[in-house]
């Protein structure tokens, strides 16, 4: 044992290799050679107890051995050692100079407990013999990254996950209980997108029948399938889940939203005239016969105007040529148009507005209302003021506003109504304030006037003096009340 020791001090300190300097003038190969000496050397000093576990190679020595994993390197990278030193020189940076890996040899078998001796040989093989790109393990991810992907999550789990945005798969949740009990901890978690995912999910792999069964009693998710189906326009698993829950109304009501879908104007017409006799509620009913009559009236003045209009031989619609076709216009819209263009006509034509007010039951304010803004449009005074006249059982005639006073102004001077128009209807503002702020506003003078000489407000009339042009006859009228209530006053 001393013997051997001695052999090892000797070895040590008589060693011929030379220390690394980087003037180092010995090329790669050299160096290898000088490596595998050495390597030969430490085997007759050092004693291996396992050869029996050792592979052996075609040319005689052990598999995965530090010498055998030097001599394949070396073996392997002769040819390409003056191509390196030529790259290296230059300093480029690229890796196919490096020898590719002739092994099935890597680092993870070192995580598979083999035996200690074939892995310590196999890592040294691996280090020798892989290439630089493959230099590290593809180490295990954490377990809780792992977490992410698990399938083994609770439904009230995956809701909270879904909560928070994570990717969850609901593919394991197979069994009709699983697929109800994550439902319902949907619904429990008051988050719309997720029911709404869960109920795609359930719509996907169940039967409709079982599928409407479960929901009739959560009238929650129920909800929420019904507003997804109206929004994606799946019309006919719809109307199977309406007709199961027996909602005729809402059946009805989901077929008359086809009339949408139908841009023909017959063919529209004729699917309205089908859906009256749809279960409506009554009041639904009057409102779809409406619809299909106004349709139906539009049809009509459309095609009575439009050859008047290329014939020119109405003076109104030479003036003022028409923007766009009645056709399915709104009823307000159809009253407007028939103000502006039939307003003279009696009331037994299609196109008067009298008649559609009859016919359609429109109500007094919203009659006066479009009737006003259509006439003032065409700055028909005549016909404002004959519209806001009424007669009283005595033959008296007064001014009426359904829509008051205020709003008139308003309309009137939208459609730049002049001074004197302007001022005969502020006059009949009963609220006081509001009259002078539309007569201030709109430069109403001798409202104004008029009204601080009802209120014998002389400080008020004194300040709106200031307000008039010099020498007008605003101001001549402002100087004649004051002196008056200074006579008065004596």
Known sequence: ???????????????????????????????????????????????????DLERVSWSGEPVGSISWSIKETASGSTGSLEGRDSSLQKGSSSYAAFPKPVS?????????????????????????????????????????EYKDYSSDWSPKDTVRRMQRGKVCSLERFRSLQDKLVLLDEAVAGHDGNVITAVLIFLKRTLRREILFRELEVRQVALCHLIHFLRETGEQKFLLDLLRFLDRTEE????????????????????????????????????????????????????????????????????????????????????????????????????????????????????YVLTALAARAKLRAWVDVDALLTTKNWLGYTKKKAPIGFHRVVEILQRNNAPVQVLQEYVRLVEDVETRLNLATKYKCHDVVIETYRDLKDRIQLTAYKCKVERGSAEEEKINSILNNMVRNAY
């Open 1 to 51: 044992m001393s013997r051997a020791r001695a052999d090892e001090e000797e070895y040590w300190h008589s060693s011929k290799f030379r220390a690394f300097t980087f003037d180092d003038e010995d090329d790669e190969l050299s160096q290898l050679k000088e490596s595998k000496r050495a390597v030969n050397s430490l085997r007759d000093i050092v004693d291996d107890d396992d050869d």
């Open 104 to 144: 099935s040899y890597s680092l993870s078998s070192l995580f598979k407990g083999e035996d200690r001796h074939i892995r310590t040989n196999e890592f040294c093989f691996t280090l020798t013999d892989t290439g630089v790109k493959n230099y590290a393990p593809e180490l295990r991810r954490p377990k809780a």
């Open 251 to 366: 059946v009805a009501l989901s077929q008359y939203r086809e009339h949408l879908n139908i841009q023909d104007v017959e063919k529209r017409r004729e699917f309205l005239k089908g859906c009256i006799g749809l279960p409506f509620s009554p009041e639904d009913t009057s409102h779809i016969q409406d619809h299909y009559t106004l349709l139906e009236r539009q049809i009509i003045i459309e095609a009575n105007d439009r050859h008047l209009e290329m014939a020119g031989q109405s003076e109104i619609f030479r003036k003022y040529p028409r923007k766009a076709s009645i056709l399915n216009m709104p009823l307000v819209t159809t009253l407007f148009y028939s103000c502006f263009y039939h307003y003279t006509e009696a009331e037994g034509t299609f196109s008067s507005p009298t008649n559609l007010k009859k016919t359609f039951k429109i109500p007094d304010k919203q």
